[in-house]
T-cell receptor
């Protein structure tokens, strides 16, 4: 049973650039949530996708956007990167209203 | 505002020395409380879900309990492989999604 997968594992960008991160949910799951985890902090909710629509957004600017595809996989896009965007980006999947979310290994983004 | 506070921030134990981690929460209506384990540079690994006060769950050397204001993660006779950051998160009723609100975690180090 494949778990949540994310790509790439690591990424280095410079300020002002744009980045796209990818996530495939656990088999049987249809809901994808994205979180940002700064060093030494707990994950912070960015947004959630269900049925290819953004259902809720956390306290993140419009530079952060996403997409969900018909096969339930998802992308997170960040425009106009700045140093403070350096973090571990986590994808979590769940099934509809079921509460438990399962996380992927994350993508480590470093902005120079 | 929904909030999660974990203590202590860091804990060092000798192998076999039992202890407890605390998670205090403030939430408008608790839908679920979650414990995750996170190894350095990796995604959180799901451990337990608790739904109502008085509920307990166990897995190997770990036992999670829940009251109306806090949760405890008890670690009995820990081993070095239990070393990790333990994250607590809550879900609240009333939102459009099942987003998780995390604490900052407790970094556990178990020395042989």
């Amino acid at each position: 049973d494949a778990g949540v997968t994310q790509s790439p594992t690591h990424l280095i960008k410079t300020r002002g650039q744009q980045v796209t991160l990818r996530c495939s949910p656990k088999s049987g799951h249809d809901t994808v949530s994205w979180y940002q985890q700064a060093l030494g902090q707990g994950p912070q909710f960015i947004f959630q996708y269900y049925e290819e629509e953004e259902r809720q957004r956390g306290n993140f600017p419009d530079r952060f956007s996403g997409h969900q595809f018909p096969n339930y996989s998802s992308e997170l896009n960040v425009n106009a990167l700045w140093l403070g965007d350096s973090a571990l980006y986590l994808c979590a999947s769940s099934y509809r209203g079921q509460e438990t979310q399962y996380f992927g290994p994350g993508t480590r983004l470093l902005v120079l | 505002e929904d909030q999660v506070t974990q203590s202590p921030e860091a804990l060092r134990l000798q192998e076999g020395e039992s202890s407890s981690l605390n998670c205090s929460y403030t939430v408008s209506g608790l839908r679920g409380l979650f414990w995750y384990r996170q190894d350095p540079g990796k995604g959180p690994e799901f451990l337990f879900t608790l739904y109502s006060a008085g509920e307990e769950k166990e897995k190997e050397r770990l036992k999670a309990t829940l009251t109306k204001k806090e949760s405890f993660l008890h670690i009995t006779a820990p081993k070095p492989e239990d070393s990790a950051t333990y994250l607590c998160a809550v879900q609240a009723y009333g939102g459009a999604t099942n987003k998780l609100i995390f604490g900052t975690g407790t970094l556990l180090a178990v020395q042989p």
